[in-house]
Structures are given as C-alpha cells and as structure tokens.
C-alpha cells in the first residue's frame, strides 16, 4: 500500500532522540528536535518475558444490587461489573450501579470529586469559572443522549447523589452556540464577571469540592470526554498476515489524566453490559457508562483517541451529540467494524470535538477520522473512514500493509496535520512502524511486549508507553480472549502485568 510516497520519516535512537519529518512538501515547515540529548537508555534493560497467556486474578468481594441487575467483584487492580438489561430497565440498571457502588466503594466520591474539579479547572484553563454556563453545557449534552441512556445516566445520578436534585428537560441553552470553550482546548471563554458564584461551587447540588458527589457533578463525569476533554492515546491493530495465530491482533494505548493523586488508577474497572446479541464489555473506570476502549459480543472493537483542531473555534453544544454515547450505541447495533466505523464517520459532524476511533472486528481495521461540522467547514479538516489501503498525507510512511496505526492526529493525505511540530504524534508514529516493520509475525506475547521496550519515566523523550498511560488492551481475534493492563500509582510500569479480564 501506498507506495507513490515522496518522502520518509527520518527516526534516530541514541543516548537520546532526533525525529524529523524530512521535507513534507515546500509549503510545509520542517520538524526536528532540538539534537540529541543524553539521558540514558530508552529501553529497559532486559527485554521483557511474556506468554500468550495471561493470568486471572482472584475476587476479593462480591457485591450486588438487591434486584440482581448490578454485581461489582473487586480485583485486587480493578472491578468486575456486570450490569444485566435483560432483566431491567435502563433506570433500574442505573440505580442498582449507583446503590452498589455506594455499598462496595465508600469513598468513590473521595476519589471521583477531586478528579472531576481539577478536569473542571483545566477546561477553564485559570479563567473564572462559569458554573452556571457549566452545568447548562451539561444538561444540553445529556438531553440530547438517546432515551435509553439519558434514563440510566439520570437515574445513576440521581441514586449517587442519593436522591437530590431533579433533572429539567427544558434546561437546555438558549444560543448552544455560546462562546463558554474552545473547540481545541476546551478553555471556557464565557467568563461572565457578573456571576457571582464562588469557585468551589455554587449551590449545595451544583459544583463545589465538599467530599461528596452532588447531582450535576454524577452527570458531569459521565461526559468528560464531550463536554471538558481530553485523552492522548495510540493503538495498533495487527491483520492475520502479521500474526502468528493467522488471525487479528488489535491493542490500544490509553493516555489520560490521573488526577494528582492518581486517583482513577484505584477504580479501575471493566464492565459487562449484558443485553442479549448487544453485548457489551468496556474497560475503563468504574461508574462511568459512556465509552473508552470496548468491545461487543462481535468482536467489533472501538477506542477513542484525542486529536483536536487548529482553529481557534468557540465549543458548541447544542444540537451536539456525545461521541462517547455514540460509540455504544455502535457496538450495540452493529456487528461488523466496517458499518460501525461508517455510521460513527457519519454523525461525527454533530460531535463536540474531533477525534479518532479505534474501530476493528476480525476481518477489518479502521480509523475514523471525525471532524466537527464546524472544523470541516473551515476546510482544514475532513471526515473520513481510513483503512490500511488508504493514502497517507506526504512525508508519513508507513510499511507494513496489514497493520493500521493510530497517534493523536488524522494521518490521510489532505486531512489536517497534526504531525508537524508536534513531536509525540511523529516519534509514536514512527517507533510503531519501525517495531512492526522489523518483525514478520506477531503472538500475543510480542504484542504485550510491543509496550515493553522502553523506560517509561521520562519526561525528555517521546514513549509509546509512557507516564500518561491508564490502561492497555489488547484483545486476540484467535481466542476471543481480552487481555489489559491497568497502571496503579503515578506512573506504568516498564514492563506492566498483563491480565485476563474474560473473552468478548
């Protein structure tokens, strides 16, 4: 595939590291660090030693909702979740979540709180914040989830604030259009100085760090990634001519923001939607019900990762959908990657932010480029469904034809750039080509030590796997097995532990 390439990308690994993107075409500024820098080894010191499989950690409790329709496991790393709509309403299933997280994890509200503020902050970026502005963006994007889901979000909410609040259809905005973010950044602009509500909340149910989780805030962190933003990821999916087994292999980077106290690191959870032929097992963080990384009972697996746009655009929320929404009812209705990837490529315009999705089944391997109506009118960006076959934009090359690889940024020919000057997309990029290239056929075991060549705490260079990282999946077409590692503390580990979490 895409061989009419003009240029390379240039890769160096030293004592330190050189990336330069050589000459992308004239009107193109050429990308280059500033020379090589000694800070030791960018590989760990012995190569790490793994198996196809993956070992099964033992339940330390059990817990379950009165009517059965919720069990939570704790895990020593994570929690196990099952939530049954066979035998529920999307409402009941909700309140049974909240009521057994209540039960089994007394202090989420300890470590959810924190964590949603200082995503709160970063989306304000130092300006005053809005809470009035906040929790309309909110109720909007939540209005406008499909019935199902809105009942369950609002129910969830509800029962984990324990009862307070009543939710208002008709509080959406007035202009949805309003100047409140950024389309790149999602730094509120709308700082009206004549609110007067403190920082740290303004009503005993809105926002305000006080230990506990009001009802805005329950709906809030369900939609972090549509309404406050952001994730860095990377993923890799591996087609049966790259594979020992013959069949495919698909792994995906989470890179996300911890909390200070690295608090979604200690509510790691995976979650099983059972709902007959809709299926559904996430791996994400306990509590939420949108989509991170998941797959369906198809094997049609979806991912998302950050990309953003260069135009400094204000962030719209009416007649917005969630992606995040988007993507479940995806793996709930469709059964192959390719009609999942089309009909994700085809509401993107309705979506808050840009992005790329992850999006692959047994056969297929896509990357939806999705651009917002609003960016997609600029004319700098474009959706697109890429595939392995697609043409790369000039100076990006890529060489091995069965694998698909995805960074922060769109990658075809034409679409916005977000290579140049931007050195983690280019090194991730190009260190995943060449680790690829140079290896004829992968096992599970070379795909988890794929994320097992490199020294993850450092900060003067550009890892796969790096410091951000929350978790890593790596599901196998051969076995149907899900295999993920979970990052606990500040940082991963070099050589992160893999486990079995069950089969899609």
Not at 177 to 202: I, L, R, S, T
Request: with cysteine.
């Amino acid at each position: 595939m895409n061989k009419l390439y003009k240029k390379i990308v240039c890769f160096t690994l030293g004592f330190g590291l050189l990336v330069s993107l050589c000459g992308c075409g004239s009107n193109t500024p050429k990308v280059q660090s500033e020379g090589m820098k000694r800070v030791g080894s960018l590989n760990v010191e012995e190569a790490a030693i793994y198996t196809d499989d993956s070992e099964k950690e033992d339940v330390i409790e059990t817990y379950s909702s009165a009517d059965g329709l919720c069990v939570i496991e704790r895990y020593p790393t994570y929690y196990d979740v099952s939530l049954d709509y066979e035998k529920g309403e999307p409402a009941e299933v909700g309140k049974a979540y909240a009521q057994t997280i209540l039960e089994a994890v007394p202090g989420f509200a300890d470590n959810f709180e924190p964590y949603l503020h200082e995503n709160i902050r970063g989306a304000f970026n130092g300006r005053k914040i809005n809470y009035d502005a906040l929790e309309e963006r909110i109720k909007t994007l939540i209005n406008s989830l499909p019935e199902d889901y809105r009942d369950e979000v609002i129910s969830f909410a509800k029962t984990l604030s324990q009862g307070e609040a009543d939710y208002s259809e008709d509080g959406n905005a007035e202009d949805g259009n309003a100047e409140d973010g950024n389309a790149e950044d999602g730094n509120a602009e709308d700082d009206h100085a004549e609110d007067d509500h403190a920082e740290d909340g303004h009503a005993e149910d809105g926002y305000a760090e006080d230990g506990r989780l009001s009802y805005i805030e329950a709906l809030t962190m369900q939609i972090i990634p549509d309404a406050l933003r952001p994730t860095a990821c990377s993923a890799l999916s591996l087609g049966g001519e790259k594979t020992v087994s013959g069949k495919r292999i698909s792994i995906r980077n989470l890179e996300w923001n911890t909390g200070s106290n690295n608090q979604m690191t200690k509510i790691h959870a995976v979650t099983h939607m059972k709902k007959g032929e809709n299926s559904i097992t996430t791996v994400g963080i306990l509590g939420l019900l949108d989509i991170i990384t998941a797959v369906n009972d198809d094997g049609v697996m979806i991912a998302i990762l950050d990309v953003g746009s260069k135009e400094e655009l204000p962030f719209v929320y009416n007649d917005k959908k969630c992606y995040t929404f988007e993507i479940r009812y995806a793996l709930e209705h469709f059964d192959n990657a390719k009609e999942a990837g089309e009909y994700l490529v085809g509401e993107s315009g309705d979506f808050t932010w840009c992005n790329n999705l992850l999006c692959t089944d047994e056969k297929d391997a896509f990357c939806c480029e999705n651009a917002t109506k609003e960016v997609a009118a600029t004319g700098k960006a474009r959706s697109v469904l890429r595939t392995t076959e697609s043409e790369l934009m000039e100076g990006l090359a890529w060489d091995s034809p069965d694998a698909l690889c995805i960074v922060n940024s769109f990658a075809t020919k034409g679409n916005q750039d977000g290579f140049t000057g931007a050195e983690s997309n280019i090194t991730r990029f190009v260190k995943y080509n060449k680790w690829v290239k140079e290896k004829d056929k992968f096992s599970i075991a070379d795909a988890k030590g794929l994320v097992a060549r490199e020294v993850v705490d450092q900060f003067v260079v550009s890892n796969v796997h790096n410091s951000g990282n929350v978790h890593t999946v790596i599901v196998d077409y051969a076995t149907g097995k899900i295999h993920v590692a979970f990052t606990k503390g500040d940082h991963a580990d070099d050589i992160p532990v893999f486990w079995e979490v069950g089969t899609y």
